[in-house]
């Protein structure tokens, strides 16, 4: 009896330390960020300066950056974009951060890959309002940019294909491993502290984790907003079903990358939500059909702000001037 009863507990211990050594990795439902390394870091930098470049909107003071300000965790902060002329866009502008791992790109999905995502918001009356034509003829009477084209593709032609490719290749390199989510994946068991850890648990176990999952804590598959209750918003935004017509696509969006989320509010595809405390208790709600007190819901925000990773190195590029024969920008 008293052998069988140590056997038994002996195993259960052999069991318990196998299940805390694979807890450290492998069988999260979140995997660290692991840093890149650039296959062609001339590419890389003529991106960077295309993203920071005002010349490719028609105004020529609209930036990738303008909206999806590097500073401030690849996002403007603010509810809805503003476009040219000061258009109030329709919807909130999600983090370049680690959007290098989305299944596809935009809250609905209609860009399948980073590239052809680039090209959206360059023509798009919107946000930059330039024409694809527009944008590429001023990339190409600056000779300094050929040069750069030349570097990065072995030949200084310039069109749309390259100057997307060039972007996406920059934004791959947007990735912020480094967390101390990370760090405590990683088996530095100091990382997080015991509030951190519970609300850790109990994103597991109240089940965000079968949306918010994988290194960016979202980004891999679409779900509806509104599963158990409706989300009250006067926003027109349908998701999904502008995309695939489907009415059971209404409301359907890209489950958003927890990433860095403390830095890229306000929160929700209409951005109409400021605080990661409300953003918790309505996704407990509308998703889970949970009522999160007022402890759990401080232990799940502690948890996501240890989803904030070394945010890139940037060096601000410095642009060639444009000359006599480029375009001029048309702000007003
Ligand atoms: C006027 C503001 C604005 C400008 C300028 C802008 N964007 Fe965006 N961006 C947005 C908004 C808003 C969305 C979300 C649109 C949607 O989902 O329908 C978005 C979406 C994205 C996404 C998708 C992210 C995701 O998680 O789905 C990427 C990537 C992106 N933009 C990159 C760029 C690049 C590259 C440029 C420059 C060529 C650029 N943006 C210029 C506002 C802007
Ligand atoms: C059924 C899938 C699902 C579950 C479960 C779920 N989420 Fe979400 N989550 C989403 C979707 C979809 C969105 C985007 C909503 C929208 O359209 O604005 C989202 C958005 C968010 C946002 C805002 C992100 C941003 O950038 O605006 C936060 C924060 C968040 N979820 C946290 C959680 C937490 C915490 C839980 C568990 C209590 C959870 N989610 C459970 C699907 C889910």
Redesign the pocket.
């Known amino acids: 009896m008293m052998v069988r009863t140590l056997v038994i507990s002996l195993l259960s211990i052999g069991a318990l330390v196998t299940s805390i050594n694979v807890s450290a990795n492998e069988n999260e439902p979140i995997q660290p960020i692991k840093a890149v390394k650039p296959k062609n870091p001339e590419l890389v930098e003529l991106g960077k300066m295309l993203f920071f470049d005002p010349r490719l909107s028609k105004s020529g003071w609209i930036s990738c950056n303008s909206c999806h300000n590097l500073s401030m965790g690849g996002t403007d902060n603010i509810p809805t974009s503003i476009g040219h002329a000061w258009q109030q866009g329709p919807i909130?502008a999600?983090t370049v951060l680690n959007a290098t791992m989305n299944l596809a790109q935009f809250?609905d999905g209609r860009a399948k890959d980073l590239k052809e995502q680039a090209g959206g918001p360059i023509a798009n009356p919107g946000e930059m309002a330039s024409t694809h034509e527009l944008a590429v003829s001023i990339v190409n009477s600056i000779p300094q940019y050929r040069a750069k084209f030349e570097k990065a593709f072995g030949s200084d032609k310039v069109d749309i294909d390259r100057v997307t490719t060039a972007i996406a290749a920059f934004e791959d390199t947007l990735v912020t491993p480094g967390s101390r989510f990370d760090k405590w994946l990683e088996g530095d068991k100091e990382a997080l502290n015991k509030q951190e850890l519970e609300g850790y648990q109990l994103?597991k176990s109240?089940?965000?984790t079968?949306?918010?999952n994988g290194p960016a804590v979202?980004g891999a598959l679409y779900?509806?907003?509104g599963?158990h209750h409706p989300y009250k918003t006067d926003s027109k935004i349908e998701?999904r079903k502008a995309v695939t017509g489907k009415d059971t696509d209404l409301n359907v969006?890209?489950?958003?990358t927890?990433r860095n989320?403390e830095l890229?509010y306000p929160?929700?595809?209409?951005g109409a939500v400021w605080t990661?405390e409300e953003?918790?208790k309505t996704?407990?709600k509308l998703?889970?059909d949970?009522d999160?007190n007022k402890k759990e819901i401080d232990s799940?925000v502690a948890f996501?702000k240890t989803l904030t990773g070394e945010q890139p190195d940037i060096k601000l590029p410095i642009l060639p001037p444009s000359n006599n024969d480029t375009p001029r920008p048309q702000p007003f």
């Open positions: 909130n999600p809250w994103f109240s089940g965000c079968g949306c918010h979202g779900q509806k907003f599963v998701g969006f890209k489950v958003p927890l989320i890229t929160y929700f595809h209409d990661l953003a918790v996704m407990g998703q889970l949970r999160f799940i996501l």
